[in-house]
């Protein structure tokens, strides 16, 4: 009886750990689920989005349908499960909903493999309720499904610099995926790639590059094929690569470019890293020298690898938009919650008490703080604020032109003409560049030039309404400040307090239309 006893004893708690575990993670899956769908986005809320949401229906780079390198398995994901929902936005935010929760449940697995389970437990509470993190789970862009694929292919990789050689195989199928989501992962993942190649036979080595090749091959061949061949989509990568370099790359900007990139990636990776940056800052450089290192050498160095090819890009290359860190993120907020752990030695109370108040401070801070809280012209915070703003901003204005201007008497001057052209097709639209004065994306904005126009509106090939007139609506306020007129303008108020500007034109009328200023005279 006593040797059936002893036996059972280590199965019985490793059951217990197991259920544990288990719920705990499905707890996080699908309390991430829910928290996202609560303020899930109605409206394409990027300049990407709108190209991602075209593609749909016609994959053309040339077009920027969607924008190069070309990201066609996601384009396949969204056309299959747009299939169900005829809704691109609702599509790609559903993929987007879904991939920020099995994010959470990745970065457990990779925290318990890298250091403990409760390090993995801590990163899963931190990733979630990251205010960047959770605002890109609400939205139509694939960074939360390439967030999920980077942190699963890491997983994969650690485990086999582990010696489980079995997860090797999974992690280059993932990450012929990871390249056909985005191109740019597997380049960001060489060097945590090249550390477990490292660790296995020259044999598994060629078996698993093989793997990748393959995968990459079914998506590459298809992805050329569609853009002239490997020259033209070269071409075409090197006509959109060149409009970004000249301003941000070192190599052509010198410093002006390193500064416009540091000034983007340090806050965003902070504002990424939500109120763990104090963990990871404070607790990590406090405990930096009692961390035995030495002894964790693989795992600074697993860490190491992953952080810097894509950090150096986004110093020395391109710093986009906010989203791009999640490259990286992950690693840091290992960090962070393993630098925790270890603060506390292991102690669960107050590491429960830690967290909880991390969590609920980014939680106050996603919900609660404005987009701009010290003015228009102030640092923009992604926030359930710049959610609701966006949706009522692009709400209102469709709404308002839709349900009082007709398509044939009506000309849209738009800086988010990307929007209108993909929800009001039927209008007349002229494109204005505003630059960084623009409201979707300053970096896309100032590469592209609006339109230019001068002679009558009767040139337009419009018909007057019924009043006699053809009308000219302002799409953005922003646009407000270009205008050289004297002609009154007319306002419908909108919903968000904000006012629809339009004028009332003459077929006689002239309109002068450049990058810098709009004209009507009357005639």
């Known amino acids: 009886m006593k040797a059936i006893s002893s036996d059972a004893i280590p199965i019985t708690t490793m059951v217990k750990r197991l259920n544990i575990e288990t719920t705990a993670v499905g707890l996080a899956f699908i309390t991430t689920l829910i ?15 709108v190209n991602f949401a075209f593609s749909i229906f016609d994959f053309n780079l040339v077009k920027e349908q969607p924008q190069p390198p070309g990201y066609i398995l996601y384009v396949w994901l969204i056309r299959l499960v747009n299939w169900f929902f ?12 879904a991939s920020s929760a099995a994010a959470i449940i990745a970065i457990f697995f990779l925290g318990k493999s890298l250091f403990n389970a409760r390090v993995g437990a801590i990163a899963a509470v931190f990733l979630g309720v990251s205010p960047l993190f959770w605002f890109y789970g609400e939205i139509a862009l694939p960074h939360t499904l390439d967030t999920f694929l980077v942190i699963f292919i890491a997983w994969c990789l650690y485990e086999t610099i582990k010696g489980n ?23 960001f993942l060489a060097g945590i790639l090249l550390f477990a190649l490292y660790k296995v036979s020259w044999k598994k080595r060629f078996i698993a590059l093989a793997v990748t090749a393959g995968v990459c091959f079914i998506w590459f061949i298809p992805l050329i094929a569609s853009n002239g061949g490997l020259m033209g989509y070269l071409h075409i990568l090197a006509a959109f690569s060149a409009r970004f370099d000249k301003s941000t790359a070192v190599s052509s900007a010198g410093l002006s470019g390193l500064s416009h990139n540091l000034g983007k990636l340090i806050p965003y990776t902070l504002y990424g890293m939500g109120f763990s940056s104090v963990a990871f800052i404070g607790i990590f450089a406090k405990r930096y020298g009692s961390f035995q290192w030495k002894r964790n050498w693989e795992k600074g160095l697993f860490l190491g690898l992953w952080i810097i090819p894509s950090m150096a890009f986004y110093v020395f290359v391109h710093m986009g938009q906010q989203g791009l860190v999640f490259t990286f993120l992950p690693a840091l907020i290992l ?15 107050p590491i429960i008490l830690t967290s909880t108040a991390i969590a609920l401070l980014s939680i106050a801070f996603f919900y609660f703080f404005p987009e701009y809280p010290f003015g228009a012209t102030s640092q923009r915070f992604l926030t359930r604020a710049t959610l609701v703003n966006s949706d009522q901003y692009f709400k209102g204005r469709l709404d308002a032109i839709q349900g009082n201007f007709t398509p044939t008497s009506t000309i849209i001057l738009a800086a988010n003409w990307h929007h209108v052209q993909f929800y009001l097709p039927d209008y007349q639209l002229f494109r204005f560049g505003v630059g960084k004065g623009g409201i979707v994306d300053d970096t896309v904005q100032e590469t592209i030039s609006g339109d230019s126009f001068q002679g009558s509106v009767g040139q337009l090939g419009l018909q007057p309404d019924q009043s006699g007139k053809i ?3 302002i799409f953005d306020p922003v646009l407000a400040r270009f205008n050289l007129s004297s002609l009154p303008n007319q306002q ?3 919903a968000d307090g904000e006012k629809l500007i339009y004028f009332d034109l003459a077929p006689s009328d002239t309109l002068t239309l450049s990058d810098q200023s709009y004209q009507i005279v009357h005639r």
């Open 335 to 349: 960090i962070a919650a393993a630098s925790l752990n270890h603060f506390f030695q292991g102690q669960l109370r």
């Open 35 to 49: 928290s996202r769908l609560v303020f899930i986005t109605h409206y394409l809320y990027h300049w990407d989005s």
């Open 471 to 473: 009308h000219l609506i």
């Open 492 to 494: 419908i108020q909108l």
């Open 165 to 187: 050689e079995a997860r090797l195989i999974p992690a280059m199928i993932v990450l012929g995926i990871a390249g056909g989501i985005r191109q740019q992962t597997p380049f």
């Open 86 to 97: 005829h809704d691109p936005q609702s599509t790609m935010a559903l993929i987007s909903v």
